[in-house]
């Protein structure tokens, strides 16, 4: 037997992972939400995507980098957040946990993330606000020191009935929410066979305080009847935006996007924002992977709008690859479920951390980002100037060009030097203005210069 320090005890934290919170929820669930929660539509392609179209992208980390002080904050929603990491308004969170979105909110204030509130919430928007910021206030007098409280979105469907849309809205506004996200990928509800066959309907006890309707009202009709009855089939670009906008000051994101054309649509609408997302796979099979779409999507919105995506985030490398393929921050819908499920405010902090630890790792591990086409590289390099100085960033390739990439760049980001990079479309080159202070607090400005090929030019 050898001496020295003993191992470590290992650890009885049941919950490590995202997959772990799965499996503790699905053990404690019963058959109908769990299906409900878990299942996508028709035959579940896009569902699966999700989560797979991530495995294909690799991480290209840098040794020797001083990672001391790494910071994973961000902003998001006008707000700095711990992470780029939000809870997506996924409803009827009164099935998983009794506290519901209550117990959301409290997790995402501690932890400074923020939320979005389902307009199918169990619980109303005011009620959340209060819960999350309640928590907050009891952190701040404690001096945390940390990254705490959340921004509000509220989730909104467009609607036939136009009065009681119209009441959402100021509802939220005045309970304190910043952002509406409307979502639009959604003018009939996705073809859920679960739910057909469990005759889903929401629990007794359950009601939808934002939408005005009682546990017993929402009862009398299923899922797919009473969602046909509430959402207008008819809303359009031309329209919702616009009349949001003359009722609100919040800022209107279109949750839903998967391509480029609806980024542009949503520019030319004066929406602030988009969320690249297909609902989780739960509304029309067969479209695409959003981190797939994601790079199209950034590239359309030119800057000028904020984009943020959701579908299939389980691990801090997914958050990592969206923001190095242009997301200024994701959401996650079912982890904050399944957290619910296995404890209330505890398990979604639990969910949290470890979102969060696995951020912070990779930074440790001087991951660096970049996307394959000149383009994309552009786009992405401008976009996350901001987050590679708060120190979350990557460096993306994806299956093809992982063995062959030669690009290399921005040594020294966190060695406090600050670069700038513009691309020469005429001589299609990339330029690098490296600044550094020297002892003498002068700066100096050296310049490199790269073809789109990654080789060296003179300059
Ligand atoms: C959702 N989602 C959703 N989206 C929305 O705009 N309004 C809603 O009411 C709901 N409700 C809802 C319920 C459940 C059970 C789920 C799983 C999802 C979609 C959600 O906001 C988000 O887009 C996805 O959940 C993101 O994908 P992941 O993280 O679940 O893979």
């Known amino acids: 037997m050898s001496g020295g320090a003993p191992l470590p005890e290992p650890t009885k934290e049941p919950i490590l992972s995202i997959s772990d919170l799965k499996e503790a929820a699905d053990r404690k669930l019963p058959s109908l939400v769990r299906e409900f929660y878990n299942s996508g539509s028709t035959d579940q392609r896009t569902i699966a995507a999700n989560s797979d179209a991530f495995t294909k992208y690799h991480l290209r980390s840098r040794v020797l980098v001083n990672v001391r002080g790494l910071d994973t904050s961000t902003t998001a929603l006008g707000r700095k957040v711990r992470f780029p990491v939000g809870c997506a308004p996924a409803g009827i969170q009164g099935m998983a946990h009794e506290d519901g979105e209550l117990a959301t909110a409290r997790a995402a204030g501690r932890w400074g993330v923020n939320m979005g509130v389902s307009s199918f919430a169990s619980y109303a928007v005011e009620e959340v606000i209060d819960a999350g910021k309640g928590v907050v206030e009891t952190l701040d007098s404690g001096g945390m020191g940390e990254v705490v409280g959340s921004a509000y979105a509220m989730q909104l469907y467009p609607m036939r ?97 998967i391509c480029g054309e609806d980024v542009r649509a949503a520019i030319e609408s004066n929406a602030d924002g988009v969320i690249v997302s297909n609902h989780g796979g739960r509304q029309l099979d067969g479209v695409p992977a959003t981190i797939d779409v994601l790079e199209e999507c950034a590239a359309a919105a030119e800057g000028k709008i904020e984009v943020h995506m959701d579908g ?34 505890a398990g979604v902090e639990r969910m949290l951390e470890v979102f969060g630890h696995q951020s912070k790792l990779l930074g440790s591990h001087g991951s660096r980002w970049c996307v ?75 310049q490199k210069a790269r073809n789109s090929n990654g080789e060296h030019m003179r300059w």
């Not at 996350?384 to 040594?411: C, K, S």
């Not at 020469?424 to 330029?431: G, M, Q, R």
């Open 372 to 446: 394959e086409t000149p383009e994309a590289r552009k786009q992405t390099i401008i976009s996350n100037l901001e987050e590679a100085t708060a120190g979350l960033w990557g460096m993306v390739l994806r299956d093809e060009h992982y063995q062959d990439f030669l690009w290399t760049f921005i040594p020294d980001f966190m060695t406090g030097a600050h670069q700038e990079l513009e691309y020469n479309s005429n001589d299609d080159i990339w330029i690098y203005n490296i600044y550094s202070l020297k002892g003498n607090h002068e700066l100096v400005r050296d």
């Open 312 to 345: 299939g985030v389980r691990k801090g490398s997914d958050i990592f690859i969206a923001v190095a393929l242009g997301a200024k921050c994701v959401y996650v819908g079912r982890p904050v479920l399944w957290a619910l499920a296995y404890g209330g405010q």
């Open 161 to 257: 009935d136009r009065a009681l849309q119209e009441r959402i809205v100021k509802r939220a506004e005045k309970a304190g929410c910043t952002a509406i996200f409307l979502t639009g990928d959604s003018p009939v509800l996705g073809v859920r066979y679960n739910e057909w066959r469990n005759d889903f309907r929401t629990p007794e006890g359950i009601g939808f305080p934002n939408m005005e309707r009682t546990s017993r009202q929402i009862r009398e009709s299923t899922h797919d009847d009473g969602f046909a009855k509430m959402n207008d089939d008819s809303a359009a670009w031309t329209t919702e935006i616009k009349w949001l906008k003359e009722r609100t000051k919040m800022k209107i994101f279109v949750k839903g996007v």
